[in-house]
């Protein structure tokens, strides 16, 4: 590694205050670290975020959801009493790595390091949920879909900092699932993943959907003429095979060591469908099957 | 620039010169001569490099030590007490679980993390909680027979 400074401030403001060209923020690591080790990244001040109490804990918010902070490892959060009601989230955490990655890894640093693959992702997105950054002109928050600008790069400016996640409070009559294929069942990176939400009105027939894909395309891919189909019926086996061959055709997947891109369109396809079928069981109206 | 900083390591606590660019593990290895944790890829993979911080097995190659300095950390040099091997390596040489050796001192301190967290893990949460320590010799099962060996002799 190249030499560089290294700084741990207490608040928000001296974290933003401290970077600018040539520095980077440190959460869990398990993406900088690897980066700068193997000489891919130059770094020359390293601001580690993980003494600032805000972003290293889960808060309540006043309209009753929650505020992630970005550098809480994903142990910790998976352990937090408030996350019960976002299973999805906790699920997709769990799918990061060995336990040592989940006990450095955070939820912040998967956004930020953007992968397409990005575990977290999907179910973030699909959760509705908001990032909130600091930067030099104060504070803003954003949707988490729009951070990702390709691959590995996020719409964040060298002085911004991702302070923390809010997730709107879980709805009624709503779930959401995460799904994701991988050759090995632990320790892998997806070929493919699907994210889902649903919630449902009073007479069961979907008021909301959101339908996210990962793995597929430079950015995670909201699916929308899928959700635009699943939106007032009733979920049915048939319905839901319809919305996931048209999730499909909105994959804009390549071709690599992983997977051809006909076959990762082929797993975007049983992934949606699954993934809405797993919404619907949370929802305690399993999809009867043909 | 190197630093003198404090650090716990082992319960006992020591100051050892730090260059900010150092990772846990070559504090460990190189300024603290704890040759126990091995490094094996380098980049958070394989896990033969697990040591535990503050309680939690970490990939102590992709940490920095400056992250580390005030935090309680074992190394598989704290793990037998009073030259007496603990049960998970007892079990280990018992059972066979270990041949070359050198992902054993990460398996050892990600089991006992385990056993401390869950006295009574089923063969599925074992299996879970090795993922990150790769072996290339045993196959897995005698150390996960062994693990679950090591579960069975509470208090040994």
């Known amino acids: 590694m190249n030499e560089f400074d290294y700084t741990a401030p207490a608040t928000v403001e001296e974290a933003v205050a401290q970077l600018g060209t040539g520095a980077r923020v440190l959460a869990g690591g398990t993406d900088l670290i690897v980066q700068m080790r193997e000489g891919r990244r130059q770094v020359g001040h390293v601001v580690d975020l993980k003494r600032i109490a805000e972003l290293t804990e889960v808060a309540s918010t006043p309209d009753g959801g929650v505020a992630i902070g970005a550098a809480l490892n994903v142990t910790a959060l998976s352990a937090h009493p408030a996350m019960a009601a976002y299973p999805a989230l906790v699920e997709s955490g769990r799918m990061i790595g060995s336990y040592q990655i989940q006990n450095r890894a955070s939820i912040g640093g998967n956004v930020c390091n953007a992968a397409p693959s990005a575990d977290a992702v999907p179910a973030l997105i699909c959760l509705g949920a908001r990032a909130v950054v600091a930067g030099p002109g104060g504070r803003r928050d954003e949707p988490v879909e729009a951070l990702f600008a390709g691959p590995g790069r996020t719409t964040l400016g060298p002085r911004d900092v991702l302070v923390s996640l809010r997730l709107p409070p879980a709805a009624k009559r709503s779930a959401a699932a995460y799904l994701r294929f991988t050759p090995r069942r632990e320790m892998d990176i997806a070929v493919a993943g699907v994210g889902a939400w649903l919630r449902l009105d009073e007479r069961g027939a979907v008021a909301e959907a959101r339908l996210t894909l990962a793995a597929v395309g430079p950015t995670p891919i909201r699916a929308a003429q899928a959700e635009r189909l699943l939106i007032g019926e009733k979920p049915s086996a048939k319905l839901v095979a319809e919305a996931a061959a048209l999730a499909a055709r909105d994959a804009r997947p390549i071709s690599d060591t992983r997977g051809s891109a006909e076959y990762r369109r082929e797993l975007v396809k049983t992934l949606a469908a699954r993934a809405v079928a797993a919404c619907c069981a949370r929802l305690g109206n399993p999809l009867e099957t043909a | ?156």
């Open chain 2, 1 to 156: 620039m190197k630093a003198l900083r404090p650090f716990t390591i082992n319960g006992e606590e020591i100051e050892l010169a730090l260059d900010t660019r150092d990772t846990l593990l070559e504090l460990l290895r190189d300024r603290a001569g704890l040759t126990g944790s091995k490094e094996g890829c380098g980049n958070g993979n394989c896990g033969a490099c697990t040591v535990l911080v503050d309680g939690a097995p970490v990939n102590a190659c992709i940490m920095l030590a400056v992250e580390a300095v005030g935090r309680k950390i074992v190394t598989i040099e704290g793990v037998a007490a009073n030259g007496k091997l603990d049960r998970v390596q007892q079990a280990l040489i018992d059972l066979g679980g270990t041949q070359c050796g050198y992902c054993t001192p990460g398996v050892v301190l990600s089991a006992t993390a385990l056993l401390e967290r869950n006295p009574n893990p089923t063969e599925i949460e074992i299996r879970h909680a090795l993922a990150g320590n790769l072996c290339r010799c045993t196959g897995y099962d005698k150390i996960v027979e062994a693990v679950v060996a090591a579960a069975a002799r509470v208090g040994a």
